[in-house]
């Protein structure tokens, strides 16, 4: 596999930087404090240190404060929260999609994310008839099982 480049990875956080910037609408996430690009810093809501992925579905926007005091304390609701930023990452269009899926994939996502479970380098997302394999960058790979239905 060819190793990623600088470049690759720098554009990558920028970009993941301003989604969430956008999506926590340039405030603290822990505590409101209103936040410019500069002094505006990610957090891991799942820590590094325990296997939380460099993911917009990660990745909160907060002050370097509250940053400095979460440290590497595990939320209780890192499950909840990641599935829910997953989803949202999704329907925003910030996670990019195996080609000529993206139909598919928003609809497994109404159907509702029920778990998550740490694989690696992959996070998978499980429905009850689907699941839905992400890298930091991307969704990598859908499985839909027999009783998948796109029709609603
Ligand atoms: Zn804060």
Not at 9 to 36: H, P, Q
Not at 70 to 96: M, N, T
Request: proline share 5%; hydrophobic share 35%; with cysteine.
């Amino acid at each position: 596999m060819a190793a990623r480049c600088a470049m690759h990875d720098y554009v990558f956080d920028k970009t993941k930087r301003r989604y969430c910037y956008l999506r926590e609408r340039g405030r603290c996430f822990y505590c409101g404090k209103r936040l410019n690009m500069k002094n505006a810093t990610l957090d891991h809501y799942l820590p590094k240190t325990a296997g939380g992925p460099d993911s917009v579905y990660d990745l909160v926007l907060c002050c370097r404060s509250c940053n400095r005091q979460k440290g590497d304390a595990v939320p209780e609701d890192w499950q909840q929260h990641v599935i829910d930023s997953f989803c949202r990452a999704v329907a925003d269009g910030a996670l990019p999609l195996p080609p000529g899926s993206r139909e598919k994939v928003l609809q497994a996502v109404a159907q509702g994310v029920q778990r998550v479970t740490l694989e690696g380098e992959l996070v998978r997302f499980d429905g009850a008839q689907f699941s839905l394999y992400a890298d930091s960058h991307r969704l990598v790979r859908a499985v839909y099982r027999p009783g998948f239905s796109q029709a609603q």
